[in-house]
């Protein structure tokens, strides 16, 4: 299968504790998005990569947050001294580039609980 | 503040039926708009787009109507299979591509 994949599936950690997530998205896909989803919201946009440079970054990102896409390949998204806000699903999301009007491919999410 | 709204939160339709899923969009700058499926513990799955230029785009059982003056984009399913259970979202972008913008989604129930 040639989809976004998303690891791990589930994480549970403590309150201050750091987490780390991987997104390996579709392999021709130059254009990377991350997103948190919690209950009953829509997937709220985080970042955007365009091969390795990081275009474009929420508000919600807060300097707890950082994302890296070293290679123009895989995407790691750390979250330092987590909180229990910080409890959601992390969607990753690649599409194809060349043209803005393409639609986003979404791996399965890594569901985050905060102990 | 949301851009994109989805105003029902869940919608009820007899197997065979038609489903129609209502948006609606604040940013005029937004050309590009999407819908998604998704059903629980999976990731969003994308169904159909649709481009500014165009009012309507076709795919099988699933089109999307646009109609820019109201800011407002509509998912019609027919006809409706008990498969087509899911929470659907809408969202849409500018012609940058750079941030997508999703709504809270509509619960779809198709009753066999």
């Known amino acids: 299968d040639t989809g976004v994949s998303q690891n791990p599936r589930h994480k549970i950690t403590k309150r201050g504790q750091n987490v780390t997530f991987r997104c390996d998205p579709i392999?021709?896909?130059?254009?990377l998005y991350w997103y948190r989803q919690t209950l009953g919201q829509g997937p709220e946009f985080l970042t955007y990569?365009?091969?390795?440079?990081?275009?474009?970054k929420s508000r919600l990102l807060s300097d707890r947050f950082s994302a890296e896409r070293p290679k123009g390949s895989f995407s790691t998204l750390e979250i330092q001294r987590t909180e229990q806000g910080d409890s959601a699903m992390y969607l990753c999301a690649s599409s194809l580039g060349g043209t803005a009007n393409q639609p986003q491919h979404f791996g399965d999410g890594t569901r985050l609980s905060i102990l | 503040d949301q851009q994109v709204k989805q105003n029902s939160p869940s919608l009820s339709v007899q197997e065979g039926r038609i489903s129609i899923l209502n948006c609606d969009y604040t940013n005029s700058m937004f050309d590009y708009f999407l819908w998604y499926k998704k059903y629980p513990a999976e990731g969003p799955t994308f169904l159909i787009s649709i481009s500014s230029i165009k009012d309507k785009n076709e795919d099988g059982r699933f089109t999307v109507f646009l109609n820019k003056s109201a800011k407002h984009l509509s998912l019609h399913i027919v006809p409706s299979q008990p498969g087509d259970s899911a929470v659907y979202f809408c969202?849409?972008?500018?012609?940058?591509?750079?941030?997508?913008?999703f709504g809270t989604g509509t619960s779809l129930t198709v009753i066999p």
């Open positions: 392999s021709e896909h130059n254009r």
């Open positions: 990569f365009q091969n390795e440079a990081q275009l474009e």
């Open positions: 969202a849409a972008t500018t012609n940058t591509g750079n941030q997508f913008y």
